[in-house]
């Protein structure tokens, strides 16, 4: 019939909210009393010290599963991605040649990126290696530990090597050097024994004709196979990685041009669906002259 | 004439007062108390029906007057143009269905209940979180809008899902409703015509034979030895005579009105063998109309389980948006972007709210009530399953109900002794000594004294069941004596009959003078019955052991305390006596005259008493029993007299033998009713009358006090007073009843029960539960399912609401610690709406861990079904314990992929930068964002495998709350495997089968990921089986209060 709610007054609610949250007659504080307070948490304290020592544990447990050199799996980097330098939002390298912060803050990434490939650190460093060829240091029952790497000298990157440019890797002139270099996967011999190089191209038709004249160094794009296999980050300690520098030389000025570089190498597919970057690396770049 | 007190609705208006001076017999009582219960029904809601007014003079009037009054006439009926027009004006004569809510507004509220709202709220964030990032990025991904169509699409499929169980449990109801459509024989044009009932106007000529039902409220032209059946009405279960006289002032009372929907049950064969009757109202202006919709002005009031469903939804939600609105504020004040947080927040919300579980409630729900179907106890109203298991009272219809409606043999006396006759179902067991010789000529009256015969072509019925046109008390005799002696129409045949008088009010005795079966016996052989005393007077011999004694002061004593006995006993008593005609005085080929008496009707020979009544149903004691045994009270609200009542309760226990009312302590100790100390009874018989003049704190000091009550003469309207009077003690209440006087107060009870059978089709209307085999027993079912279901749902809440925590942690991780993302918004939703759902549902399953029906209902204030020992276990323990296996998981397909834990710490921005296609892991690889994005929905996929891989032992360790698994048995429930088959074939099915589908965001995850989290599962089992195991050693200890749910 009538449905009878037993409305409270404002004050009632309060008044049962002070007696749960203190209880005068009961001694209870929030429903509980003191004993019973110590008991839930004396509870709670042995019952998450025990659930956290077990987390523990079996985390110790499966970390003896990983070795400190090597991953267990590898199948998710089948196909190593390429990246550039400078590493920018978007990967939009975008130079206000008269706008001189605009890429200052380029070149200051690309200063210090480029710091270890400093000959005198090389030279101090790596080894000079067989062009070629991989430089395999395999193990053989013992652990061959810290291996060596191969020198990649700044000279060998020519007119992007920035060593003394007035041009700052050409980015005040509007011809930006722009470095490629490929992601580092352990123990993976990119190129199956043979060259390889990079390439890079106008995206589309229309990209094509405005990116204009571009230089590479080493000549060709070329990554030599010396710099493989790579054998992770605690064995090889000096490791540097190969880069090849892309100078733009004449790119249509105000127009926004999507350049695409791929690595050709045997045993590297550039054509994954999904991953856009698997073998290859697109970004744009924007050359802005009044 | 008829009094006008327009401010009362009531059906027994007019001429209320003068009732209450005419009054009487304790009979007609039970009207008054209308009148004040209206009033205090129309101060507590000024509903319209209320104050509707019955104008009922129709008894009063004259033939004459009532032609004029009708536009009709009697000879000639209405014309059809005339009938016409009046079913044009009245409408047909049906009842109206009650109200039924539109379709459209019970699916729009399947759409906004529960936690549809909540899911809502995290869709409308999802399309508004897209909306900012497209302001900001045209090329914005549509991540954000799919989701949100999800989520809308999750909420609309189970608002479908919970609206088709609901029509489903709805549609079996509607094949009650479809009645048998009703004819009736009507003059219309001067011509007898059968038309369908609904097709009755007012001032029609009707003509109603021995059995029909009666078409209409009718006023009665003529008739003979008419009587109807009004139990429906009224409670009464003896059948009402009715006349064309006019006898009392109250529509109720006078013989010349005939009720809707009741019964003729019997009709004079002479002269017409038919009563005619003019209507006089028809469908919702009946009496019938009247109380259906007082019934209809009941509101329903939510169902326990709702209750507590919305409680646990509250809860859930409560939680839900304090956690999210708390990791809200946290995430804006640790800099994250606004759009960022808010997706945060769509995690958390679908974290927390467990989409699956209130269909799975319904299905649960539905599962119980087929079970119940199967046991004949069909249930309207899907939450109506629970309301048994938690009833504490039940108010009990006696007629019908209680009893088998329908007057039976009890008890014999003769040779100075009362016999015990059986009286369950089928009479099979007559146990008392047949060998006297008293017994031969008894039966033999009983037997030739009786004008009822079977309907024929009922040979292979049950004789108990076997149809007989006529009155009531007279089948009974015909029963009990085909039962025990064999064909009775074969003895009526050898006993050929020669002269008879029929029964009548003024002699109130029947006779008839029969030959004897015996060849060499010329004499003829009168027998008589009828009411004891007046039998008496005409004997002057009485016989025992088959002698005739001559009746002196002593027999008829112990004559007078056998009969003042059987009377308190609330039965029926016919005293039978029998005269062997001299054959000399009476040849043969004597020609009696009925009308002149030419024969001795005085110095018979008393043979004995016979006393009837309608005997309970067998099972009803022990069911009683059972109810007892469960805490449950039961109490008999009945229409009927209050020594009948008494009677009836007595035998079936609901007062049972040792307690004493008031009354009979005043008996007993020979004192004043007043001087009794009122703390000695257990037992009360409350009349209408007395309730009528009681407060409702009298009311309730009475329902309170007395452990056994009995409540007699009640009309509807009481009935409802006292069901509320119940519903203030806190309890719940159940219904039972089968009449129309019933069904307001089924409608008001939290459960009311009707009876499938011999049900009035209103009541079975205002019931939530319909008892297909009208057993009193398959309540006791009820209640046992009822209990079983409310405990194995909090089993189902309990296993739900684990894996929530799971759910959410990876969410707060993700905001606090910066790690990738390690379980996704889809993800959760095929944890909640896939791999649990069977899981879930098989827990409805589970059998009862100890004797449910032997402890007391459960208090629906206190034992809620969400506790807080049963959101803290589930949140605070286990839940935890299952977030930490499922993290190890995480853990371990990150680390063997390169990212070792500390490396992941804080990764999360550079993570997701979709530019950055060289970051760094724990080895010097670099991963583009393709890379790491499928490496986090393989974080994803190992997530859900360890919280699919923990939820199984979450499922066992459920299957009981106190006792060991071991003890429960592992094995019996075997649903509880397909359940686990179940998820584990959906998680192979999702990683390996739809692995390849980006949307779903699912990896072929390496099979060895499966076990990491098995040592976690097993410490879950370990460590509940520890706590079960205290909870059964300490019991009401601080563990057990705070561990047991």
Known sequence: ?290 | MHQKTPEIYSVELSGTKDIVKTDKGDGKEKYRGLKNNCLELKKKNHKEEFQKELHLDDHKLSNRELEEKYGTDIIMGLSSTRAAELLARDGPNSLTPPKQTPEIVKFLKQMVGGFSILLWVGAFLCWIAYGIQYSSDKSASLNNVYLGCVLGLVVILTGIFAYYQEAKSTNIMSSFNKMIPQQALVIRDSEKKTIPSEQLVVGDIVEVKGGDQIPADIRVLSSQGCRVDNSSLTGESEPQPRSSEFTHENPLETKNICFYSTTCLEVSTSPVGTVTGMVINTGDRTIIGHIASLASGVGNEKTPIAIEIEHFVHIVAGVAVSIGILFFIIAVSLKYRVLDSIIFLIGIIVANVPEGLLATVTVTLSLTAKRMAKKNCLVKNLEAVETLGSTSIICSDKTGTLTQNRMTVAHLWFDNQIFVADTSEDHSNQVFDQSSRTWASLSKIITLCNRVEFKPGQENVPIMKKAVIGDASETALLKFSEVILGDVMEIRKRNRKVAEIPFNSTNKFQLSIHETDDPHDKRLLMVMKGAPERILEKCSTIMINGEEHPLDKSTAKTFHTAYMELGGLGERVLGFCHLYLPADEFPETYSFDIDAMNFPTSSLCFVGLLSMLDPPRSTVPDAVTKCRSAGIKVIMVTGDHPITAKAIAKSVGIISANSETVEDIAHRLNIAVEQVNKQDAKAAVVTGMELKDMSSEQLDEILANYQEIVFARTSPQQKLIIVEGCQRQDAVVAVTGDGVNDSPALKKADIGIAMGIAGSDAAKNAADMVLLDDNFASIITGVEEGRLIFDNLKKTIAYTLTKNIAELCPFLIYIIVGLPLPIGTITILFIDLGTDIIPSIALAYEKAESDIMNRKPRHKKKDRLVNQPLAVYSYLHIGLMQALGAFLVYFTVYAQEGFLPCTLMNLRVEWEKDYVNDLEDSYGQEWTKYQREYLEWTGYTAFFVGILVQQIADLIIRKTRRNSIFQQGLFRNKVIWVGIASQIIIGLILSYGLGSVTALSFTMLRAQYWFVAVPHAILIWVYDEVRKLFIRLYPGSWWDKNMYY
């Open chain 1, 1 to 290: 019939m009538v449905i009878q709610k037993e409305k409270k007054s404002c004050g009632q609610v309060v008044e049962e909210w002070k007696e749960f949250v203190w209880n005068p007659r009961t001694h209870q504080f929030m429903g509980r009393t003191g004993t019973s307070w110590a008991f839930i948490l004396l509870f709670y304290l042995v019952f998450y010290g025990f659930l956290t020592a077990m987390f523990t544990l079996t985390m110790w447990v499966m970390l003896q599963t990983v070795s400190d050199h090597t991953p267990k799996y590898q199948d998710r980097l089948a196909i190593p991605g390429l990246m550039i330098r400078p590493k920018t939002e978007n990967l939009d390298v975008i130079v206000n040649v008269s706008d001189t912060e605009s890429w200052y803050q380029h070149v200051q990434k690309l200063n210090k990126f480029l710091e270890p490939y400093n000959d005198s650190i090389q030279a101090q460093k790596n080894d000079v290696c067989r062009p070629g060829r991989y430089y395999e240091q395999p193990d053989n029952g013992v652990l061959n530990y810290p291996k060596r790497a191969c020198q990649f000298n700044r000279t060998q990157l020519g007119n992007c090597s920035g060593i003394g440019d007035p041009t700052h890797y050409g980015y005040s002139t509007g011809q930006p050097c722009v470095f490629i270099k490929m992601n580092r996967v352990i123990n993976f011999y990119a190129g199956a024994n043979q060259s390889m190089n990079v390439t890079c191209a106008g995206k589309r038709d229309e990209d094509a004709e405005n990116l204009g004249n571009f230089v590479m160094f080493p000549a060709n794009g070329n990554i030599d196979l010396m710099y493989f296999p790579y054998y992770g980050k605690k064995f090889h300690v000096n490791y540097t990685q190969p880069l090849v520098a892309v100078k733009f030389l004449n790119v249509t000025p105000n127009v926004e041009v999507n350049v695409e570089c791929r690595i050709n190498a045997a045993n590297i597919a550039t054509d994954d669906e999904r991953d856009k970057f698997a073998g290859r690396v697109a970004f744009k770049l924007r050359i802005n002259k009044t």
